[in-house]
């Protein structure tokens, strides 16, 4: 089963790696990327390389999306993105995300997220992508908000109580 490489202008978006260790590390133990975040960290090789190859059986036993975002011209880990947390009946995913605070501000997230709903819609034939962060996260919220998400009213995170929630539809044709 051949993962899904997704290219944008400035993006590629690719297959998480085991070379990419150092990466995975960083992003999911520096205190910056992780201030919203409630979740285990990767601060040794070990863990990352164990996060990885999680990862990777996820995707084999379609349970996960999990791209590594990287630059069109170089193949370093930037961040992430990744559908997961499929509904049972898998119309239903939920999209998460993260960025090396050296390439926030620069449209990079926007960008992969596009693509990455855009393939939710045609590809998978998703109905509807959700987004679970904090109510602090403004950064998160304004991502989601200036791409058409919308915040669902009363719904909660019975994993996070500080969450909200987002959504947004399938286009409809025509």
């Not at 085991?18 to 520096?30: E, G, M």
């Not at 164990?50 to 084999?60: D, M, W």
């Not at 904090?134 to 908000?145: A, C, G, P, T, V």
Request: with cysteine.
């Amino acid at each position: 089963m051949n993962f899904p490489i997704l290219k944008t202008t400035r993006l590629t978006l690719r297959q998480l790696q085991q070379s990419d260790w150092k990466a995975v590390s960083y992003l999911r133990s520096d205190p910056e990327i992780n201030a919203f975040v409630k979740r285990p960290t990767a601060t040794t090789e070990d863990l990352a390389r164990s996060f990885i190859t999680r990862i990777t059986t996820e995707y084999l036993h379609k349970q996960s999306y999990y791209w590594c975002i990287t630059s069109i011209d170089q193949k370093d880990m930037i961040g992430s993105i990744c559908l997961w947390n499929f509904s049972d009946d898998q119309t239903v995913a939920e999209v998460g995300y993260e960025l090396n605070p050296l390439y926030q501000g620069k449209g990079i997230m926007t960008e992969a997220l596009q693509m990455v709903l855009k393939f939710a819609f045609e590809q998978l034939n998703l109905d509807c992508v959700e987004a679970f962060t904090q109510l602090d996260n403004e950064k998160s919220r304004s991502l989601l908000e200036r791409n058409a998400f919308v915040l669902v009213e009363g719904k909660t995170d019975a994993d996070n109580e500080k969450n909200v929630i987002y959504q947004i539809n399938k286009p409809i044709a025509g």
